[in-house]
C-alpha cells in the first residue's frame, strides 16, 4: 500500500503534471469565460468571439501566470521579470490561438467555438511548457 501511495505522490510532484494540473485550471476559467461572454457579447459586434478571448485571457493568464510560478516551477526569484516573460509568451500563444487558429477553425473551416477553442489550446500546450521550463521559470545551474 505504501508503494502505491509512494508511486501516486511522487507522480503528482513531478513538474510536467503540475504544469498540466494548471494548464486544466486555466484552461477550464479560460474556456468558461469565454463561451459565456460569447453568448453575450454575441450580435454586439462582429468581433464578439475576439473580445470574449481578450477578457478571457486577462483572467485566466493570471491565474495560469501564479500557479506555475508558486506551484508548477516552485521559482523564488522576483515575480516581474517572470511576469514579463511569461506575457510575453502568452500574449504571442494567445495572438496564434486567437487570430490564427481559431480564426481558422470558426471563420474558414465553419467548426463551433466550443470545439474550435480546446483544439487551438492543445497545439500550444507543449510549446509553451517547453518555453516556461528553459527559458521563463528555469533554475540557473550553480
Known sequence: ?????????????????RYFASSCAAFAADYALLLVLDKLLGG???FSM?????????ISSQINFWINRLWVFR???SPLPELGGYYSLALVSFSIKTFVLLELFVRVIGLP???????????MFAVNYFVQKK????VKKR
Do not use: G, H, T, Y
Not at 500500500?1 to 503534471?17: E, G, R, T, W, Y
Not at 467555438?113 to 497545439?123: G, N, T, W
Not at 527559458?135 to 528555469?138: A, K, S, V
Open 50 to 58: 475576439e473580445i470574449s478571448a481578450i477578457i478571457a485571457f486577462a
Open 44 to 46: 454586439a459586434s462582429v
Open 1 to 17: 500500500m505504501n508503494k502505491i501511495k509512494d508511486s501516486i505522490k511522487k507522480l503528482f510532484s513531478a513538474q510536467s503534471v
Open 113 to 123: 467555438l466550443a470545439i474550435s477553442k480546446p483544439a487551438a489550446e492543445a497545439i
Open 135 to 138: 527559458i521563463i521559470f528555469r
Open 75 to 77: 521559482s523564488k526569484k
